[in-house]
């Protein structure tokens, strides 16, 4: 029981943690990435659908201020344009023929600190994953305990473990928080 809850708490703990390094992407440092757009819900073909922009195109940096999107179906070009203008994210959006040409503007200091609070939340949002994976996982434990299924040793021993495993996502968040914050205020 004592490596199935260790190697369960890790895996949970994990997809906490991708989901906010997922999380961390959409925070525009002023360098092209194509999770900037990839995520953005475009109205298409008339309005009978809502995809997102990756499941309508193909992305690709051209060069550190531009995104190249361009659509499978060139039918659906003006869709996307519409969609990523509509988006609010302050993006140039130009269309060359059958591409859109994105072009990210350069960040204030402003914006650039405004963006690095942003991201001292996201990771504390992330740590409150994992704390509450902790704690799932610590009443899983003190159930088995309160059945008789582990001796009290056995449950403390696990909650050190499960403590450890908590402190190594907590540092990996941030450690994470800490590069994006680094590549913000990289001007």
């Known amino acids: ?8 708490t890790r895996n949970k ?25 990839e995520n953005i819900v475009i109205s298409a073909y008339n309005g009978t659908a809502r995809l997102k922009v990756l499941e309508l195109a193909t992305i690709h ?20 344009e519409k969609g990523i203008s509509d988006s609010q994210m302050g993006l140039g959006i130009a269309v060359d ?5 994105v072009s990210i503007p350069p960040l204030t200091q402003e914006r650039r600190e405004e963006f690095v609070k942003l991201i001292h939340k996201k990771a ?32 403390k021993r696990m909650e050190k473990e499960i403590q450890k495993i908590t ?12 590069a994006k914050e680094q590549e913000l205020m990289t001007v």
């Open 61 to 80: 940096v051209q060069d550190h201020q531009t995104i190249v999107i361009t659509p499978f179906d060139s039918s659906v070009l003006r869709d996307l």
């Open 124 to 155: 504390e949002n992330g740590k409150i994953m994992i704390r509450q994976v902790r704690q799932e996982f610590n009443e899983e434990v003190g159930k088995a305990k309160k059945d008789g299924e582990i001796s009290e040793d056995d449950e």
């Open 13 to 37: 703990m994990d997809k906490a943690f991708s989901v906010l390094r997922e999380d961390f992407g959409t925070v525009k440092t002023g360098k092209a990435n194509p999770q900037l757009v």
């Open 1 to 8: 029981m004592d490596a199935q809850i260790q190697q369960q």
């Open 97 to 101: 023929g059958t591409n859109i040409r």
């Open 167 to 178: 402190d190594e996502f907590i540092a990996k968040i941030d450690e994470a928080s800490k």
